[in-house]
């Protein structure tokens, strides 16, 4: 059994791995990208495999890790629970998850509308 410190330990000691926070829980990104979250009931965590990294985890435990729901599991993230988990191998799986997103390149910087921006409002016609 995991707690919701015990993922968040794991997570954080991988190198460059920060806690931030999205859509109302915690998360944790490397090089800009999420790659794990703790949900706020703080019973499960989900982590960003491949579908084909999904499928060997869920085969190998299924008490403890299941697909995340909808196109979000489709896409590989998949949901651990923590009252079923082994430390061993959730951490194989947070590894991977971090892996994945670490070896992508780094997401492109956004930017933002300058303040003397050009554009004129759109009219509307009446």
Do not use: C
Not at 20 to 41: E, K, T, W
Request: net charge positive; charged share 25%; hydrophobic share 40%.
């Amino acid at each position: 059994m995991l707690t919701a410190d015990d993922f968040r330990d794991l997570a954080l000691r991988l190198d460059g791995a920060a806690e931030g926070s999205h859509m109302g829980h915690p998360d944790f990104r490397a090089g800009g990208r999420i790659f794990a979250s703790l949900h706020a009931n703080e019973e499960t965590g989900t982590i960003k495999l491949t579908p084909d990294e999904q499928r060997e985890v869920i085969l190998t435990y299924p008490r403890m890790f299941t697909p995340a729901a909808g196109a979000w599991g489709l896409q590989g993230w998949t949901v651990v629970r923590l009252h079923a988990a082994q430390e061993a191998a959730v951490r194989a799986a947070v590894l991977l998850a971090w892996e994945g997103v670490t070896s992508m390149p780094k997401p492109p910087k956004r930017s933002k509308p300058s303040a003397t921006s050009s554009r004129s409002p759109r009219k509307r016609n009446v």
